[in-house]
Protein backbone atom coordinates (compact mmCIF):
# COMPACT_ATOMS: atom_id res chain seq x y z
CA UNK A 1 0.00 0.00 0.00
CA UNK A 2 1.05 3.76 -1.20
CA UNK A 3 2.06 5.44 2.16
CA UNK A 4 3.92 8.67 0.84
CA UNK A 5 3.97 9.93 -2.64
CA UNK A 6 5.42 13.52 -3.86
CA UNK A 7 4.27 15.07 -7.20
CA UNK A 8 6.50 17.91 -9.14
CA UNK A 9 7.95 18.73 -5.73
CA UNK A 10 10.24 21.73 -6.59
CA UNK A 11 12.26 23.86 -4.04
CA UNK A 12 13.82 27.59 -5.44
CA UNK A 13 15.86 29.71 -3.19
CA UNK A 14 17.73 32.14 -5.49
CA UNK A 15 18.09 28.73 -8.08
CA UNK A 16 16.33 25.67 -8.33
CA UNK A 17 17.37 23.20 -5.76
CA UNK A 18 14.66 20.44 -6.76
CA UNK A 19 12.67 20.65 -9.47
CA UNK A 20 9.54 18.91 -10.38
CA UNK A 21 10.65 15.36 -8.29
CA UNK A 22 7.90 12.59 -8.55
CA UNK A 23 8.48 8.95 -6.54
CA UNK A 24 6.29 7.52 -3.57
CA UNK A 25 7.44 5.30 -0.73
CA UNK A 26 5.21 1.93 0.09
CA UNK A 27 4.46 0.33 3.49
CA UNK A 28 7.67 -1.20 5.00
CA UNK A 29 9.41 0.01 1.95
CA UNK A 30 13.24 1.38 2.27
CA UNK A 31 13.71 3.70 -0.78
CA UNK A 32 17.47 5.15 -1.05
CA UNK A 33 18.23 8.71 -2.41
CA UNK A 34 22.02 9.07 -3.89
CA UNK A 35 23.72 11.40 -5.28
CA UNK A 36 26.89 13.82 -5.08
CA UNK A 37 26.83 16.76 -2.42
CA UNK A 38 24.89 19.39 -3.22
CA UNK A 39 22.20 17.50 -5.73
CA UNK A 40 19.44 18.16 -3.39
CA UNK A 41 19.47 15.61 -0.85
CA UNK A 42 18.85 17.01 2.50
CA UNK A 43 17.06 19.81 1.11
CA UNK A 44 14.45 17.17 -0.11
CA UNK A 45 14.47 15.32 3.47
CA UNK A 46 13.55 18.57 4.63
CA UNK A 47 10.95 18.78 2.36
CA UNK A 48 9.76 15.11 3.47
CA UNK A 49 9.93 16.00 7.09
CA UNK A 50 8.11 19.33 6.84
CA UNK A 51 10.83 21.29 8.15
CA UNK A 52 10.27 23.23 4.95
CA UNK A 53 7.70 24.01 2.56
CA UNK A 54 8.02 23.21 -1.32
CA UNK A 55 7.96 26.29 -3.95
CA UNK A 56 5.07 24.17 -5.52
CA UNK A 57 3.99 20.63 -5.53
CA UNK A 58 2.33 18.25 -3.30
CA UNK A 59 2.97 15.67 -0.14
CA UNK A 60 0.79 13.01 0.35
CA UNK A 61 0.54 10.71 3.24
CA UNK A 62 -1.89 7.64 2.60
CA UNK A 63 -3.22 9.82 -0.28
CA UNK A 64 -4.08 12.98 1.35
CA UNK A 65 -2.07 16.13 1.14
CA UNK A 66 0.42 15.94 4.47
CA UNK A 67 -0.55 17.73 7.56
CA UNK A 68 2.95 18.06 9.32
CA UNK A 69 0.69 19.98 12.48
CA UNK A 70 -1.24 16.79 13.23
CA UNK A 71 0.71 14.15 11.28
CA UNK A 72 4.36 14.75 12.93
CA UNK A 73 4.05 11.41 14.65
CA UNK A 74 3.98 9.45 11.40
CA UNK A 75 7.51 11.24 10.18
CA UNK A 76 10.19 11.09 11.77
CA UNK A 77 13.60 12.64 10.63
CA UNK A 78 17.30 11.56 11.36
CA UNK A 79 20.12 13.95 10.56
CA UNK A 80 23.54 13.25 9.51
CA UNK A 81 25.26 15.29 12.41
CA UNK A 82 24.98 13.50 15.15
CA UNK A 83 26.28 15.96 18.05
CA UNK A 84 24.21 19.03 16.48
CA UNK A 85 21.17 17.15 17.00
CA UNK A 86 21.52 17.46 20.51
CA UNK A 87 21.17 20.49 22.89
CA UNK A 88 24.67 20.56 24.54
CA UNK A 89 23.17 21.69 27.71
CA UNK A 90 20.69 19.06 27.41
CA UNK A 91 21.08 15.41 29.52
CA UNK A 92 20.26 12.66 27.49
CA UNK A 93 17.54 11.35 29.50
CA UNK A 94 15.84 14.66 29.25
CA UNK A 95 16.39 14.30 24.67
CA UNK A 96 14.47 10.48 25.35
CA UNK A 97 12.11 11.98 27.59
CA UNK A 98 10.49 14.83 25.43
CA UNK A 99 8.68 12.71 22.45
CA UNK A 100 7.27 11.05 25.57
CA UNK A 101 6.03 14.35 27.40
CA UNK A 102 4.42 16.02 23.49
CA UNK A 103 3.03 13.12 21.92
CA UNK A 104 2.14 10.66 24.57
CA UNK A 105 1.51 13.08 27.98
CA UNK A 106 3.91 10.64 29.61
CA UNK A 107 5.11 11.19 33.41
CA UNK A 108 9.09 10.99 33.72
CA UNK A 109 8.84 7.68 35.87
CA UNK A 110 6.54 6.22 33.31
CA UNK A 111 8.42 7.07 30.36
CA UNK A 112 11.92 6.27 31.77
CA UNK A 113 11.23 2.40 31.71
CA UNK A 114 9.83 2.94 28.25
CA UNK A 115 13.36 5.09 27.51
CA UNK A 116 15.28 2.02 29.28
CA UNK A 117 13.29 -0.62 27.06
CA UNK A 118 14.15 1.18 23.92
CA UNK A 119 17.89 1.77 24.34
CA UNK A 120 18.25 -1.90 25.06
CA UNK A 121 16.85 -2.35 21.61
CA UNK A 122 19.16 0.10 20.22
CA UNK A 123 22.06 -1.41 22.04
CA UNK A 124 23.02 0.94 24.63
CA UNK A 125 22.71 0.60 28.46
CA UNK A 126 20.93 3.17 30.64
CA UNK A 127 24.16 4.95 31.94
CA UNK A 128 23.96 7.08 29.17
CA UNK A 129 20.69 8.31 30.66
CA UNK A 130 22.67 11.12 33.07
CA UNK A 131 25.44 11.87 30.59
CA UNK A 132 25.58 15.64 28.38
CA UNK A 133 26.06 14.58 24.51
CA UNK A 134 29.82 16.01 24.22
CA UNK A 135 30.65 13.07 27.09
CA UNK A 136 29.27 10.28 23.96
CA UNK A 137 30.35 8.72 20.72
CA UNK A 138 29.21 9.70 17.62
CA UNK A 139 27.61 6.38 17.09
CA UNK A 140 26.18 6.15 20.56
CA UNK A 141 24.98 9.34 19.97
CA UNK A 142 23.36 7.97 16.54
CA UNK A 143 22.21 5.22 17.97
CA UNK A 144 20.14 7.68 21.01
CA UNK A 145 18.72 9.44 18.02
CA UNK A 146 17.09 6.61 16.02
CA UNK A 147 15.94 5.55 19.32
CA UNK A 148 14.26 9.53 19.62
CA UNK A 149 12.97 8.83 16.45
CA UNK A 150 11.63 5.39 17.45
CA UNK A 151 9.97 6.28 20.51
CA UNK A 152 7.71 8.11 18.84
CA UNK A 153 6.11 5.02 16.58
CA UNK A 154 6.58 6.63 13.34
CA UNK A 155 5.49 5.13 9.68
CA UNK A 156 8.05 7.03 7.68
CA UNK A 157 11.39 7.33 9.01
CA UNK A 158 14.08 10.01 6.82
CA UNK A 159 17.44 9.47 7.16
CA UNK A 160 19.76 12.17 6.29
CA UNK A 161 23.43 10.93 5.44
CA UNK A 162 23.28 9.28 9.28
CA UNK A 163 26.36 7.45 8.57
CA UNK A 164 28.42 9.81 7.15
CA UNK A 165 30.28 10.88 9.94
CA UNK A 166 31.04 7.18 11.16
CA UNK A 167 33.61 4.72 10.48
CA UNK A 168 32.92 1.97 8.49
CA UNK A 169 32.39 -0.81 11.37
CA UNK A 170 29.78 1.86 13.50
CA UNK A 171 28.08 2.60 9.32
CA UNK A 172 27.53 -1.23 9.30
CA UNK A 173 26.19 -1.68 12.76
CA UNK A 174 23.87 0.97 12.37
CA UNK A 175 22.48 0.01 9.36
CA UNK A 176 21.75 -3.50 10.75
CA UNK A 177 19.99 -1.52 13.38
CA UNK A 178 17.73 0.26 10.65
CA UNK A 179 17.34 -3.11 8.73
CA UNK A 180 16.06 -5.03 12.37
CA UNK A 181 13.22 -2.37 13.09
CA UNK A 182 11.93 -2.59 9.07
CA UNK A 183 11.57 -6.21 9.86
CA UNK A 184 9.98 -6.00 13.31
CA UNK A 185 7.92 -2.91 13.09
CA UNK A 186 6.93 -2.57 9.42
CA UNK A 187 8.38 1.47 9.11
CA UNK A 188 9.52 3.00 5.62
CA UNK A 189 12.57 4.45 5.65
CA UNK A 190 13.97 7.36 2.87
CA UNK A 191 17.31 6.73 3.32
CA UNK A 192 19.82 9.45 2.20
CA UNK A 193 23.29 8.65 1.49
CA UNK A 194 26.10 9.54 -1.30
CA UNK A 195 27.43 6.16 -0.77
CA UNK A 196 26.03 3.43 -3.23
CA UNK A 197 27.59 0.90 -1.30
CA UNK A 198 25.41 1.89 2.62
CA UNK A 199 22.29 2.05 -0.08
CA UNK A 200 22.25 -1.13 -2.05
CA UNK A 201 22.56 -3.37 1.55
CA UNK A 202 18.44 -2.57 2.00
CA UNK A 203 17.09 -0.09 -0.47
CA UNK A 204 14.54 -1.79 -2.20
CA UNK A 205 14.32 1.08 -4.81
CA UNK A 206 17.19 3.85 -5.46
CA UNK A 207 16.64 7.35 -6.43
CA UNK A 208 19.56 9.10 -8.09
CA UNK A 209 19.44 12.57 -8.23
CA UNK A 210 21.30 15.33 -9.69
CA UNK A 211 21.43 18.67 -10.07
CA UNK A 212 18.17 18.73 -8.11
CA UNK A 213 16.45 15.87 -10.60
CA UNK A 214 16.14 12.35 -10.23
CA UNK A 215 18.03 11.03 -13.54
CA UNK A 216 17.46 7.18 -12.63
CA UNK A 217 14.98 5.49 -10.32
CA UNK A 218 14.53 1.30 -9.80
CA UNK A 219 15.91 -1.21 -8.31
CA UNK A 220 19.94 -1.62 -7.45
CA UNK A 221 19.84 -3.81 -9.90
CA UNK A 222 18.40 -1.79 -12.56
CA UNK A 223 20.43 0.48 -11.66
CA UNK A 224 23.95 -1.79 -11.92
CA UNK A 225 22.73 -1.49 -15.56
CA UNK A 226 22.47 2.04 -16.27
CA UNK A 227 24.64 3.97 -18.62
CA UNK A 228 23.77 7.40 -17.05
CA UNK A 229 27.48 8.89 -16.47
CA UNK A 230 26.63 10.27 -12.55
CA UNK A 231 25.06 6.49 -12.27
CA UNK A 232 28.41 4.60 -13.41
CA UNK A 233 30.38 6.93 -10.93
CA UNK A 234 28.35 6.51 -8.01
CA UNK A 235 29.02 3.03 -8.82
CA UNK A 236 32.31 3.46 -9.05
CA UNK A 237 32.98 5.42 -6.47
CA UNK A 238 30.58 2.38 -4.24
CA UNK A 239 32.69 -0.16 -5.24
CA UNK A 240 35.95 1.65 -4.17
CA UNK A 241 34.47 2.12 -0.63
CA UNK A 242 33.03 -1.52 0.14
CA UNK B 1 33.35 24.70 41.64
CA UNK B 2 36.75 26.00 41.10
CA UNK B 3 37.90 27.43 44.37
CA UNK B 4 38.77 30.38 42.72
CA UNK B 5 35.37 31.32 41.56
CA UNK B 6 33.66 30.03 45.05
CA UNK B 7 36.57 33.24 46.13
CA UNK B 8 35.39 35.42 43.60
CA UNK B 9 31.41 34.58 43.88
CA UNK B 10 31.99 35.27 47.83
CA UNK B 11 33.88 38.49 47.10
CA UNK B 12 31.33 39.68 44.92
CA UNK B 13 28.39 38.76 47.49
CA UNK B 14 30.37 40.73 49.99
CA UNK B 15 30.70 43.84 47.97
CA UNK B 16 26.72 43.33 47.59
CA UNK B 17 26.25 43.02 50.98
CA UNK B 18 28.29 46.17 51.88
CA UNK B 19 26.38 47.89 49.04
CA UNK B 20 22.73 46.96 50.87
CA UNK B 21 24.14 47.29 54.10
CA UNK B 22 27.08 49.92 53.85
CA UNK B 23 24.66 53.00 55.75
CA UNK B 24 24.10 50.59 58.87
CA UNK B 25 28.65 50.29 58.66
CA UNK B 26 29.39 53.84 58.23
CA UNK B 27 30.81 55.25 61.39
CA UNK B 28 29.56 58.82 60.77
CA UNK B 29 26.69 60.34 58.91
CA UNK B 30 28.36 60.83 55.50
CA UNK B 31 26.11 64.31 54.72
CA UNK B 32 27.08 65.77 58.44
CA UNK B 33 29.51 69.04 57.27
CA UNK B 34 31.73 69.56 60.51
CA UNK B 35 34.40 71.82 59.19
CA UNK B 36 36.26 71.45 61.98
CA UNK B 37 37.67 68.29 60.11
CA UNK B 38 37.95 69.74 57.06
CA UNK B 39 40.40 67.64 54.81
CA UNK B 40 41.43 65.12 57.61
CA UNK B 41 44.11 63.02 56.19
CA UNK B 42 43.74 59.69 57.10
CA UNK B 43 44.36 58.19 61.07
CA UNK B 44 42.24 56.85 63.61
CA UNK B 45 39.39 58.80 63.97
CA UNK B 46 38.47 59.23 60.50
CA UNK B 47 40.53 56.18 58.47
CA UNK B 48 40.24 57.42 54.76
CA UNK B 49 40.36 61.09 56.01
CA UNK B 50 37.42 63.71 55.45
CA UNK B 51 36.54 65.90 51.91
CA UNK B 52 36.74 69.79 52.50
CA UNK B 53 33.05 69.73 54.49
CA UNK B 54 34.53 67.29 56.88
CA UNK B 55 32.33 64.40 55.65
CA UNK B 56 33.74 61.32 56.47
CA UNK B 57 35.40 59.05 53.49
CA UNK B 58 34.73 56.19 54.53
CA UNK B 59 31.28 56.66 55.43
CA UNK B 60 30.90 58.56 51.82
CA UNK B 61 31.73 55.26 50.21
CA UNK B 62 30.12 52.70 52.33
CA UNK B 63 26.72 54.91 51.94
CA UNK B 64 27.66 55.95 48.10
CA UNK B 65 28.49 51.49 47.35
CA UNK B 66 24.37 51.19 47.31
CA UNK B 67 23.82 54.22 44.64
CA UNK B 68 26.30 53.32 42.95
CA UNK B 69 26.12 49.31 42.38
CA UNK B 70 22.04 50.25 42.53
CA UNK B 71 22.17 52.08 39.43
CA UNK B 72 24.55 49.62 37.55
CA UNK B 73 22.30 47.09 38.00
CA UNK B 74 19.43 48.91 37.05
CA UNK B 75 21.49 49.62 33.99
CA UNK B 76 22.40 46.44 33.29
CA UNK B 77 18.92 44.74 33.59
CA UNK B 78 17.28 47.14 31.48
CA UNK B 79 20.09 46.88 28.54
CA UNK B 80 20.20 43.26 29.02
CA UNK B 81 16.22 42.49 28.98
CA UNK B 82 15.45 45.09 26.30
CA UNK B 83 18.35 44.02 23.97
CA UNK B 84 17.81 40.35 24.57
CA UNK B 85 13.91 40.63 24.01
CA UNK B 86 14.50 42.77 20.83
CA UNK B 87 17.66 40.90 19.80
CA UNK B 88 15.32 37.36 19.98
CA UNK B 89 12.15 39.08 17.65
CA UNK B 90 14.72 39.95 15.35
CA UNK B 91 16.82 36.65 15.06
CA UNK B 92 13.11 34.58 15.07
CA UNK B 93 11.55 36.97 12.53
CA UNK B 94 12.00 36.52 9.03
CA UNK B 95 14.73 38.72 6.91
CA UNK B 96 12.63 41.90 6.36
CA UNK B 97 12.12 42.34 10.06
CA UNK B 98 15.76 41.28 11.00
CA UNK B 99 16.92 43.48 8.66
CA UNK B 100 14.59 46.44 9.98
CA UNK B 101 15.96 45.71 13.92
CA UNK B 102 19.36 45.43 12.10
CA UNK B 103 19.20 49.16 10.49
CA UNK B 104 17.78 50.57 13.89
CA UNK B 105 21.09 48.56 16.09
CA UNK B 106 23.01 50.44 13.24
CA UNK B 107 21.31 53.35 13.23
CA UNK B 108 21.79 53.89 17.07
CA UNK B 109 25.30 52.28 16.95
CA UNK B 110 26.56 55.00 14.96
CA UNK B 111 26.39 57.74 17.91
CA UNK B 112 29.37 58.19 20.27
CA UNK B 113 27.79 56.69 23.36
CA UNK B 114 28.81 59.31 26.00
CA UNK B 115 27.87 62.19 23.58
CA UNK B 116 24.41 60.66 23.12
CA UNK B 117 24.25 60.37 26.99
CA UNK B 118 25.24 63.93 27.62
CA UNK B 119 22.86 65.06 25.11
CA UNK B 120 19.44 63.19 26.41
CA UNK B 121 20.61 64.10 30.20
CA UNK B 122 20.44 67.97 28.85
CA UNK B 123 17.24 67.42 27.44
CA UNK B 124 16.01 65.54 30.55
CA UNK B 125 18.29 66.96 32.48
CA UNK B 126 20.69 65.68 34.98
CA UNK B 127 20.17 63.53 37.67
CA UNK B 128 20.74 59.76 38.56
CA UNK B 129 17.62 57.79 37.04
CA UNK B 130 17.59 60.29 33.68
CA UNK B 131 21.65 59.10 33.37
CA UNK B 132 20.43 55.51 33.69
CA UNK B 133 18.03 56.16 31.23
CA UNK B 134 19.64 58.08 29.00
CA UNK B 135 22.81 55.38 29.05
CA UNK B 136 19.97 52.43 28.63
CA UNK B 137 18.72 53.80 25.52
CA UNK B 138 21.79 53.57 23.83
CA UNK B 139 23.65 50.25 25.03
CA UNK B 140 20.92 47.99 24.45
CA UNK B 141 21.94 47.75 21.30
CA UNK B 142 25.09 45.70 21.76
CA UNK B 143 22.68 43.24 24.03
CA UNK B 144 20.62 42.83 20.72
CA UNK B 145 23.34 42.84 18.65
CA UNK B 146 24.95 39.73 20.33
CA UNK B 147 21.89 38.17 20.91
CA UNK B 148 21.19 38.43 17.16
CA UNK B 149 24.23 37.36 15.93
CA UNK B 150 23.75 34.13 18.57
CA UNK B 151 20.25 33.79 17.36
CA UNK B 152 21.18 33.12 14.00
CA UNK B 153 23.80 31.21 14.91
CA UNK B 154 22.11 28.45 17.08
CA UNK B 155 19.33 28.37 14.50
CA UNK B 156 21.06 27.06 11.87
CA UNK B 157 21.91 23.89 14.30
CA UNK B 158 20.51 20.67 14.08
CA UNK B 159 18.63 20.45 17.28
CA UNK B 160 16.16 23.02 16.95
CA UNK B 161 15.11 20.61 14.18
CA UNK B 162 14.59 17.47 16.34
CA UNK B 163 13.31 19.27 18.99
CA UNK B 164 10.34 20.46 16.60
CA UNK B 165 10.45 16.77 15.23
CA UNK B 166 10.22 15.56 19.03
CA UNK B 167 6.62 17.85 19.41
CA UNK B 168 8.42 20.63 21.56
CA UNK B 169 6.06 23.80 20.85
CA UNK B 170 7.62 26.97 19.62
CA UNK B 171 7.80 29.06 23.21
CA UNK B 172 9.53 26.16 24.54
CA UNK B 173 11.48 25.68 21.60
CA UNK B 174 13.00 28.57 22.44
CA UNK B 175 12.62 29.13 26.18
CA UNK B 176 14.24 25.71 26.88
CA UNK B 177 16.43 25.07 23.81
CA UNK B 178 17.34 28.45 22.27
CA UNK B 179 18.03 30.42 25.43
CA UNK B 180 19.79 28.20 27.48
CA UNK B 181 22.52 28.18 24.68
CA UNK B 182 22.45 31.64 23.76
CA UNK B 183 22.39 32.58 27.88
CA UNK B 184 26.08 31.78 29.05
CA UNK B 185 27.51 34.25 26.50
CA UNK B 186 25.09 37.15 27.34
CA UNK B 187 25.58 36.56 31.09
CA UNK B 188 29.23 36.37 30.53
CA UNK B 189 29.07 39.85 27.90
CA UNK B 190 26.74 41.37 31.00
CA UNK B 191 29.31 40.62 34.11
CA UNK B 192 32.16 41.88 31.77
CA UNK B 193 30.48 45.31 31.56
CA UNK B 194 29.39 45.84 35.21
CA UNK B 195 33.09 47.16 35.40
CA UNK B 196 32.74 49.60 32.64
CA UNK B 197 29.17 50.47 33.46
CA UNK B 198 30.41 51.59 37.17
CA UNK B 199 33.37 53.55 35.45
CA UNK B 200 30.73 54.99 32.98
CA UNK B 201 28.13 56.19 35.78
CA UNK B 202 30.93 56.83 37.53
CA UNK B 203 32.60 58.85 34.79
CA UNK B 204 29.35 60.64 34.03
CA UNK B 205 28.81 61.42 37.74
CA UNK B 206 32.52 62.70 37.37
CA UNK B 207 31.62 65.14 34.93
CA UNK B 208 28.45 66.41 36.86
CA UNK B 209 25.54 64.72 34.94
CA UNK B 210 24.67 61.74 37.07
CA UNK B 211 24.97 61.81 41.39
CA UNK B 212 23.87 65.45 42.48
CA UNK B 213 25.64 66.82 45.74
CA UNK B 214 25.29 65.97 48.70
CA UNK B 215 24.14 62.39 47.65
CA UNK B 216 27.17 60.05 47.97
CA UNK B 217 28.28 57.91 45.10
CA UNK B 218 31.29 57.21 44.25
CA UNK B 219 32.12 58.60 40.35
CA UNK B 220 30.35 62.11 42.15
CA UNK B 221 33.47 61.71 44.73
CA UNK B 222 35.89 61.91 42.45
CA UNK B 223 34.28 64.84 40.19
CA UNK B 224 34.13 66.51 43.85
CA UNK B 225 37.76 65.57 45.02
CA UNK B 226 39.72 66.94 41.67
CA UNK B 227 40.03 70.31 42.75
CA UNK B 228 41.95 68.83 46.01
CA UNK B 229 43.46 66.14 43.96
CA UNK B 230 47.14 68.02 45.55
CA UNK B 231 46.58 68.63 49.09
CA UNK B 232 44.16 65.95 49.58
CA UNK B 233 44.89 63.03 47.47
CA UNK B 234 43.24 60.68 49.62
CA UNK B 235 39.54 62.16 48.59
CA UNK B 236 40.45 61.18 45.30
CA UNK B 237 43.12 57.46 46.14
CA UNK B 238 40.15 55.51 48.44
CA UNK B 239 37.22 56.15 46.01
CA UNK B 240 39.52 55.08 43.37
CA UNK B 241 40.58 52.02 44.96
CA UNK B 242 36.96 50.97 45.97
CA UNK B 243 35.97 51.08 42.20
CA UNK B 244 39.00 49.61 40.75
CA UNK B 245 38.32 46.74 42.98
CA UNK B 246 34.95 46.41 42.26
CA UNK B 247 35.26 46.21 38.38
CA UNK B 248 38.76 44.11 39.12
CA UNK B 249 36.43 41.41 41.08
CA UNK B 250 33.34 41.58 38.57
CA UNK B 251 35.93 41.14 35.54
CA UNK B 252 37.67 38.31 37.31
CA UNK B 253 34.20 36.56 37.83
CA UNK B 254 33.24 37.19 34.63
CA UNK B 255 36.15 34.90 33.00
CA UNK B 256 35.14 32.20 35.56
CA UNK B 257 31.80 32.03 34.93
CA UNK B 258 32.30 31.84 31.11
CA UNK B 259 34.45 28.60 31.83
CA UNK B 260 32.07 27.19 34.53
CA UNK B 261 28.82 27.66 32.28
CA UNK B 262 30.87 26.06 29.14
CA UNK B 263 29.10 22.25 28.75
CA UNK B 264 32.29 20.69 28.82
CA UNK B 265 33.05 21.49 31.99
CA UNK B 266 29.96 20.27 33.29
CA UNK B 267 31.65 16.82 34.15
CA UNK B 268 34.35 18.82 36.22
CA UNK B 269 30.99 21.06 38.54
CA UNK B 270 29.17 16.63 38.91
Known amino acids: MRLFEAKNLTKKYDKTVLDHLDFSINEGEVVGVIGVSGCGKSTLARLVSGIEKPSSGSLLYQGKPVDFKKGRKDIQLILQNSIESFSPRMKIRVFLYEPYHYFYHLHKNEALDCIKKILKQVGMDESCLEKYPHELSGGQLQRIAIARALIIHPRLLICDEITSSLDHVVQREIIELLKKFVEKNHISILFISHDLSLVHEFCHQVLVLNNGKIIEKGTIQQLYKSENEVVQNLLKAAYLNS | ?270
Not at chain 2, 105 to 124: E, H, K, Q, R, Y
Request: with cysteine; net charge positive; glycine share 8%.
Open chain 2, 1 to 270: MKRKLKIEIGLAVLLLLIALFGSFLAPYDPLKVNYDFSLQPPGLLHIFGTDKLGRDVLSRILCGAKTSFGLTFLLLFLIVFIGMIIGLIAGLSNDKAESFFNNIINGLLAFPDTIFTITIVGIVGAGLFNTVFALALIWWTKYARLTLALVKQEKKKSYLVISKMSGVPPLQRIIRYLLPNILSQILVTAFLDIGNMMISLAGLSFLGLASQPPQPEWGAMLYESKQFMQVAPWMMFFPGLVLFICVLIFNLLSEDIRDYLDPKHYEEKL
